[in-house]
């Protein structure tokens, strides 16, 4: 019988594959937060792993087959990876994978069980075939084992060339470093951090990387937040005296940086009622008093006075979060970019007009397209002129480009990021 960890991540699999879930849901259910630290943590590398992985597993996987992997049976297919992920990336005994793999699908028909016993023991036996030339042929690397879908991969190499194409989907193999910031209501906070961890302060002032130790504890005792970088620098442009909105809040971590920062109060926006109720929830467990949840749609704000800051963290493809989402490489399609710089243009209309003449308004995106960022941000600019880029301040020079800020997983690590720091005229 496979143990209770690896089905249920051939389960998760399988849900994320049919796209009837977010892969941060399925991770999140009770069935996955009731299993001990220890093995949910081997959860979330097998299910994390195989989809980040997911191309070259197909490239070694496909010379053992007699038919393409998308015409064999979705749990056979699942199977297949998961075991595959285990012999090639895993110290787990090559037998145990087999095995377990194939008990997943035996319940289904001995024959599949029959077939991924077959497929998999000639892995084992074989090994992978050879990487293509990342060089040569930077297509077929980032087909496979870059593991992109072939419209992405296409799409990079056009945009950023075969050397920053391959650059960053090598960075998105890897799983993204553990960014934190400290709670600022506990004095002990750095102590208790310094004696657990080994450290290493960040360019955004506040900001911490885990390089090892055991920084779960901490999080769950509130000793710290967990937080990606590019997370912690639009919370810090943001933070500003006077009256914030965060306007698509949740799940809430950069209105509570805002909060903490800040000289006044937060307004933190969100129109999902389930999200909304994770997101107050949150505010009350780190204390966070002049933080005030809110259901507001952002492409109707409710309101009829300004606020001097407005923060628009804009809902968005996720393309520069391949890393801790790696789900998003096999769901998004081509359409879906056109498709969500046209919500972000809706955004930004609406919320343009609630910044306070002399306020500011934060634009960002955890996206690497160029529609996402530049292409909604120019058009912008050209038809209100009572906004333009503001001065930058000197902790973010590391990630200035021209009057915006990017955060590149190949350079900074983490997920990517774009900002705009944008100044509404006092006469506007």
Known sequence: MPTPTRRLAFQILARTESGRATLADLLATPEAEALPPRERAFLHELVLGTLRRRGGLDHALKPLLDRPLRELDAPVRTALRLGAYQILHLRVPGRAAVSEAVDLVRDRSRK????????????????????????????????????????????????????????????????????????????????????????????VPGGWEAMEGRWAELASAGVLYVQDQGSQMVAHLAARPGRVLDACAAPGGKALLIGDLGQGVVVAGEAAPRRLRTLAALCRRWGATNVFPLGADARRPPFRAAFDTVLLDAPCTGLGTLGRHPDIRWRLRPADIPRQARRQRELLESLAPIVKPGGALVYATCSVEDEENEGVIA??????????????????????????????????????????????????
Not at 133 to 142: K, Q, V
Not at 415 to 427: K, N, Q, V
Request: glycine share 8%; no cysteine; proline share 13%.
């Open 112 to 203: 599949a069980g029959g077939f991924v016993n077959a497929v998999l023991r000639q892995l084992l036996r074989v090994g992978p075939p050879a990487e293509p030339d990342p060089e040569r042929d930077p297509l077929a690397w980032l087909t496979t084992s870059g593991s992109l879908p072939i419209w992405l991969a296409e799409r990079w190499l056009r945009r950023l060339g075969p050397a920053a194409a391959v650059s960053r989907a090598r960075a998105f193999l890897e799983p993204p470093p553990v960014f934190f910031r400290l709670n600022p209501r506990l004095g002990d906070a750095h102590a208790r951090a310094q004696a657990a961890l080994t450290l290493r302060p960040l360019a």
């Open 379 to 428: 058009p912008f600019l050209a038809s209100h002129p009572g906004f333009a880029p503001a001065s930058l301040p000197a902790w973010a020079a590391p990630f200035a480009d021209g009057p915006f800020l990017r955060l590149r997983p190949e350079r900074d690590r983490g997920d990517a990021f774009f900002a705009a720091l944008l100044h509404r005229s006092a006469g506007a």
